[in-house]
């Protein structure tokens, strides 16, 4: 104690000093002084100017009595500023994913200086340093040996790094790949089967010899249906109209409510997924053939509005307009959907249609619906689409036979005999070019030269107007040649179009 005092620049008057008790020695970190090393009964008066000495010791009296803790050696500058360095041009890089580990390891040159500053360090540190280092707690902890090769930079702010464009471009992809060798396609074609492809016909009668499944449950939903025709027709007399939704066919089930309840009634049936129907033919089949009206009309708009104005009369009989498909392709426009539903507005006329695409809502908008004022019916059948999918294109199916035929045939019937010549005079120029490899169709001005000779037209305008018609039903194809002008070519194989010539010739036409 002397010894220490002496350090410090006291010397006690009297050479004895009281101790200090062991409660506040185990105690480093308490900041007052127990009483009882402030209490001495046994101390002489001569002495008490010696207490102020003996006290606890102040903050710097503490550091010199405790044990001297080691220095943590800093990290070199250098060194922090090479991983600030590395760790920004990490992230920076993109292809740091395929870097090896190899770039986070230290080179020799980083590992000499932290060697080197790690022994300057410890040089000025007393060489009787304990290795362990009392807490706050009075735990005993010990200090590292060692300081990490890997220290961060702490007080200084880290610069942040440029941001990745990680956003994908499609087209360097395909630039990419279309730099490539072509790739050769397969001549794997189905020319190359050795079954041929089926005719409509054939593969009509080869599909009605398979067995149906479940005919006894199709029969009995058919047989409930049934029981609801006396509803039907309650509801389409009061002014609504019937929307039959549902899976399989619904074509029998409304040709069965045809023939036990609409005998008495006029009423017009319109196969909806005919590809060459046209609203145009609706019309006049019911002006024509159920009005019997023998005038003609300047555009659609009127003959439409004669048709409602007619069956506005209450006095009239009604008309049932039974749709298969009303959501067919020729007519899901919007030209079809308008006149269709102006029709069902019509107080004497009542429609009853059927709907199989999932879509087919998409095509009625608010004034259609209204128009319709439609109740939709669930008629589920599950009945294959055998008639509603006849007219598909498929590839196993050779469509230029005799189906392609009919349906020409069907078209040309409903044609007055000027664009019924029309249509015979390009029908006999094409076969005439059937070996002509390089022909794309009959120029538009040959076209009216020769139906001006043969008496078919009287203007170009008139020439137009009927083939407009037959593109309308499929019936032409029109486009663009090398110099600008207008070809005209019928769509059929030249095998199809000389039998329609030849029977057409034979009816004396």
């Known amino acids: 104690q002397i010894e220490s005092a002496k350090k410090f620049g006291h010397i006690p008057t009297t050479p004895k000093t009281p101790k200090t008790p062991r409660s506040a020695m185990k105690q480093f970190g308490t900041p007052k002084t127990p009483k009882s090393a402030l209490k001495q009964p046994n101390t002489p008066k001569s002495a008490s100017k010696s207490v102020t000495i003996v006290n606890t010791p102040s903050s710097k009296t503490r550091r010199s009595l405790l044990p001297e803790v080691v220095d943590m050696p800093k990290t070199p500058y250098s060194f922090r500023k090479r991983v600030s360095n590395r760790i920004q041009k990490i992230v920076c890089d993109e292809d740091s994913s395929s870097d090896d580990e190899s770039d986070f390891e230290l080179s020799e040159s980083d590992e000499d200086d932290t060697k080197e500053n790690n022994m300057n360090d410890r040089n000025k540190t007393p060489s009787k340093t304990p290795s362990k280092t009392p807490t706050k707690s009075g735990r005993v902890t010990k200090t590292p040996a060692k300081t990490p090769s890997k220290t961060p930079s702490r007080g200084r702010p880290r610069k942040k790094g440029k941001d990745v464009d990680m956003v994908a471009n499609t087209d360097e992809y395909f630039t990419a790949n279309s730099e490539q060798e072509k790739i050769a396609t397969s001549d794997h074609t189905l020319g190359r089967l050795a079954t041929p492809r089926l005719a409509p016909d054939v593969l009509k009668s080869l599909l009605s010899d398979l067995p149906s499944a479940h005919v006894k449950e199709i029969k009995t939903i058919i047989e409930e249906h049934v029981g609801d025709f006396h509803h039907w027709m309650t509801l389409l007399c009061e002014g609504f109209s019937m929307f039959l939704y549902g899976l399989g066919s619904k074509r029998n089930l409304i040709s069965q409510f045809q023939q036990m309840f609409l005998n008495d009634y006029d009423h017009l049936v319109i196969n909806g997924f005919f590809p060459s129907l046209t609203i145009k033919s609706i019309l006049n089949n019911i002006t024509q053939d159920i009005l019997e009206y023998g005038g003609n009309f300047h555009s659609v708009q009127d003959q439409m509005d004669y048709i409602c104005n007619h069956y506005s009369n209450p006095s009239v009989d009604q008309l049932f307009l039974l749709i298969h498909n009303l959501d067919g392709a020729m007519l899901r426009t919007e030209k079809s959907q308008s006149v269709l539903a102006h029709l069902a507005q019509a107080p004497r006329i009542c429609v009853i249609a059927s709907i199989d695409h999932i879509n087919a809502p998409l095509i009625f908008d608010g004034s259609k619906v209204s128009q319709y004022n439609a109740i939709w019916w669930d008629a589920t059948t599950l009945i294959a689409y055998s008639e509603e999918t006849g007219y598909e294109n498929s590839l196993m ?76 039903h499929k019936l032409l194809n029109t486009k663009k040649g090398s110099d600008g002008s207008e070809l005209l070519l019928i769509p059929l194989e030249a095998s199809t179009l000389q039998e329609f010539v030849d029977q057409q010739e034979q009816e004396g036409l």
């Open 397 to 472: 199916v050779h469509n230029s036979g005799s189906l392609a035929l009919s349906s020409l045939i069907h078209v040309f019937k409903s044609l007055t005999p000027n664009a019924k010549g029309i249509f015979l005079l390009l029908a006999r120029y094409q076969l005439d070019q059937k070996d002509n490899s390089n022909y794309r169709g009959m120029a538009f001005n040959d076209m009216y030269q020769r139906c001006r000779e043969a008496f078919l037209v009287n203007s170009d305008l008139t020439l137009r107007a009927q083939l407009t018609e037959f593109r309308d």
